[in-house]
């Protein structure tokens, strides 16, 4: 699912090709995209694209000046859904393009891969009803640090669970938070109510650098051409997707837990130190015989 750096590069693209344009026709593929009734979507057509917005991991596209009384496109892309840009209108389809935003010098549309199609565009009138769409996480990069904090001590969760809830923290998934707490040196299990001071530091300067970083690299490529590829892997990244490599930091193999279609990638020498986190299939596998640490991992590799 695009995140954070993947959605500011899709609006630094946007911004530069459809802010101050006419939205002239909305065609949907797919009637399944559309998440809304009213106002329809057709309320849009015909006005001027006026702003451009980040809501958590959706994108906000504002029509008309007024944006209090303004109608608002809202995508949000989930785990398959891509942007893509056209320079003549292409035909729609549920198997292909699931919907197309059409200007006078070209087209945004809307793809999704696979058969689960959870992409969906919502409609909504005014600031107010685009403010309910918000899942309300702090946003790091204007968040303080006791602000940041606060939010994630609210509830005693892991850490790779309060960063990566749109309720606690906006923007941030499973890529991106593998990539913080590898740049923290912290356990993707440690407890948020059991941090120290110093801890907080560290995380809360972690995720700004880290997003700050990425965020940076993808809106200056976006800057030459449209992002057409967003993906979760990249090979620049130290931990997400790198099972089985060497950290870059210390050498050691990258080690997972995997768990409801998700995986979490850490350093067990940078992270845990050197212990291995259960993972919830293997561990139920070898029961007793799954090993705590990276030695006992490298006996059982040997037998």
């Known amino acids: 699912m695009p995140e954070l750096p993947d959605i500011e590069a899709y609006l630094a693209a946007l911004r530069e090709r459809i802010v101050g344009r006419e939205l002239r026709a909305v065609r949907l593929g797919s009637p399944f995209l559309l998440r809304s009734v009213v106002p329809p979507v057709s309320a849009a057509e015909g006005r001027t694209v006026a702003e451009i917005r980040r809501i958590g991991k959706r994108i906000a596209i504002g029509m008309d000046k007024d944006m209090d009384n ?3 496109l809202v995508l949000h892309l989930m785990i398959a ?16 393009v699931m919907a197309s935003f059409d200007f006078d010098h070209g087209s945004l549309t809307l793809t999704e891969a696979g058969a689960q199609h959870r992409a ?3 409609v909504v009138d005014g600031e107010k009803a685009l403010a309910a769409l918000d899942p309300g ?5 204007t968040a303080s640090l006791n602000e940041f904090r606060a939010a994630l001590m609210a509830e005693n969760r892991t850490l790779k669970r309060a960063l990566t809830d ?11 938070s593998d990539e913080i707490l590898w740049a923290a040196r912290m356990s993707p299990i440690q407890l948020t109510g059991k941090m120290t001071d110093p801890q907080w530091q560290t995380l809360y300067m972690s995720t700004r650098e880290t997003l700050t970083l990425w965020r940076d690299r993808l809106v200056g490529e976006a800057a030459s051409k449209f992002p057409e590829i967003v993906t979760a892997f990249r090979p620049e990244m130290a931990m997400h997707g790198k099972f089985g490599q060497p950290c870059p930091r210390c050498g050691t193999a990258v080690q997972r837990i995997r768990y ?6 850490y350093c067990p020498h940078c992270q845990t130190g050197d212990k291995l986190l259960a993972d919830r299939s293997l561990s139920r596998l070898f029961g007793k015989d799954w090993p705590k640490s ?10």
């Not at 996480?137 to 990069?141: A, Y």
């Not at 749109?166 to 991106?176: C, E």
């Not at 990276?294 to 040997?302: S, T």
Request: net charge positive; aromatic share 6%.
């Open 260 to 265: 409801a279609g998700n995986e979490t990638n």
């Open 120 to 122: 969906s565009l919502t």
């Open 137 to 141: 996480g702090v946003d790091v990069m």
């Open 70 to 72: 303004g109608v608002w």
């Open 81 to 96: 859904g891509r942007l893509h840009w056209r320079d003549q209108a292409p035909k729609v389809s549920p198997k292909g």
């Open 166 to 176: 749109p309720r606690i923290v906006s923007g941030i998934g499973n890529a991106y």
């Open 294 to 303: 990276l030695n006992e991992l490298e006996a059982l590799k040997r037998r």
